[in-house]
């Protein structure tokens, strides 16, 4: 009976979330269409498997966020600065986000290092429910990062977890998606080529 009743309850949190996550997602974009319309602006819809992930047509400027690592020391984005950051505000109590996680650490798995970094940032106010979580789910890779305040989702008006902003080397927001994704996908990995070409021939450039 027990197991019965905590099946339906995860069933039951799963399903709000989709619900949660699937109206944030329709009155964001609808919202940020407007303001796209309104000056004359077309940002991109991409698909990256079975998800949408809105790229603007301009980078847009990220306001001064901050966080803690896995010792307590507090980061910034700025100490991201010359990597593409892929940053996913997620929480161990989110079934959506449960679902990708694993994919998030084969991406970090596969493409992490100098030139890039998935940044899994928990919004859990007990950070103490992370290692137990990337223990039962296996992932290896990813970093622990910190935000039980809250502060940066609100700061970065994220309406819900997970959501997931692509950044580019300067600290420039690229693009995000609202709800799960698969993230070890050739389309993820080719917005992420683009992010590193684009700044490869900004350097060029400057070069010259």
């Not at 979330?17 to 009155?27: G, Q």
């Not at 498997?49 to 990220?62: A, D, K, N, V």
């Not at 899994?120 to 910190?146: C, H, M």
């Not at 693009?175 to 700044?199: F, H, K, M, N, Y």
């Amino acid at each position: 009976m027990n197991n019965s009743f905590k099946i339906i309850a995860w069933a039951a949190m799963a399903l709000i979330s989709v619900i949660a996550i699937a109206t944030a997602l329709f009155f964001y974009q609808r919202n940020n269409a407007s303001k796209s319309l309104l000056s004359g602006v077309v940002n991109v819809s991409v698909d990256i498997g079975g998800q949408r992930f809105m790229r603007w047509h301009t980078p847009r400027e990220l306001p001064l966020i901050s966080f803690q690592d896995a010792t307590g020391k507090t980061v910034t984005l700025a100490d991201f600065r010359g990597r593409v950051v892929l940053l996913n505000i997620w929480a161990t109590w989110c079934p959506p986000c449960r679902e990708e996680m694993p994919s998030l650490d084969r991406l970090n798995a596969k493409r992490g290092g100098p030139a890039f970094e998935v940044v899994a940032l928990s919004i859990d106010r007990d950070t103490a429910l992370v290692k137990p979580f990337y223990q039962e789910f296996g992932v290896q890779t990813l970093r622990g990062y910190f935000d039980p305040s809250s502060k940066v989702s609100n700061t970065l008006r994220a309406p819900g977890v997970p959501t997931t902003l692509l950044i580019d080397q300067e600290g420039r927001e690229i693009g995000r998606t609202l709800g799960p994704a698969v993230w070890d996908s050739r389309q993820v990995e080719a917005l992420i080529d683009a992010a590193l070409l684009s700044s490869s021939v900004k350097v060029s450039v400057g070069e010259k």
